[in-house]
């Protein structure tokens, strides 16, 4: 089945130390968004690349980096986690039509602690 | 400033009942709504969308109602059953609104046997 996928889905991490969350995808979606969301919020948009073109939303933290190497993948780089960082982290995909019917896919996330 | 409101953070309904869900907006500019299902530990499952030029769109036992003039839109699910407790989450997105989601702070659903 095409999917969108996420790997680990449980992390772990200490204080400062970097940490790298997975995602990888079977739908050829040209989008990629990577949000944050805490408790039972709104998911906040960190980030989003169309094909290479990186868009990173005005306030997301510089702690907060992503790589997308090739169509399927995509990375999220915590740099130094803090505290406030311990969330769920979601990966979603898009076809990247250009047009607002434009559905985006979620993974099933990757909760992140922080010691 | 909040676009896009779920005004009720918690509905209980009874099996078998309708449960209806509602969200508010604010940017004229949203032309595309979507529900999202969740699960606790994962990640919103696509439910069902409208889009503006529409007012009403049917699946199964889920209906999506649009009232633009109002910017109101409701989920309605019938009949209800336990395995639809989650948290629901409106979305609203636009050509002409930057083309990304907007969430609503979601609404939990509790279906009690």
Redesign the interface.
């Known amino acids: 089945d095409a999917m969108v996928i996420q790997n680990p889905r449980y992390q772990v991490t200490q204080f400062g130390k970097p940490v790298t969350l997975s995602c990888s995808q079977t739908l050829n979606h040209n989008v990629m968004y990577w949000y944050q969301q805490k408790s039972s919020q709104a998911p906040k948009l960190l980030f989003h690349y169309y094909d290479k073109d990186f868009n990173n939303e005005a306030d997301t933290p510089d702690n907060f980096q992503s790589r997308r190497p090739n169509t399927s993948f995509c990375f999220l780089d915590i740099r130094s986690p803090g505290l406030g960082d311990a969330a769920m982290y979601l990966c979603a995909t898009s076809r990247g039509q250009g047009t607002s019917t434009d559905t985006q896919y979620f993974g099933p996330g990757t909760r992140l602690t922080v010691l | 400033d909040q676009q ?1 409101k779920q005004n009720s953070p918690s509905l209980s309904v009874q099996e078998g009942r309708i449960s209806i869900l509602n969200c508010d907006y604010t940017n004229s500019m949203f ?2 709504f ?1 529900w ?1 299902k969740k699960y606790p ?6 439910l069902i ?1 409208i ?1 503006s030029i529409k007012d009403k769109n049917e699946d199964g036992r889920f209906t999506v109602f649009l009232n633009k003039s109002a910017k109101h839109l409701s989920l309605h699910i019938v009949p209800s059953q336990p395995g639809d407790s989650a ?1 629901y ?1 409106c979305a609203a ?3 002409n609104a930057g ?3 907007t ?4 609404t ?1 659903l509790m279906v009690k046997p």
Not at chain 2, 41 to 46: H, L, R, S
Request: no cysteine; glycine share 20%.
């Open positions: 896009v032309d595309y979507l999202y530990a994962e990640g919103p499952t696509f969308s889009s948290v989450f997105k636009g050509n083309n990304m989601l969430f609503g702070g979601g939990r």
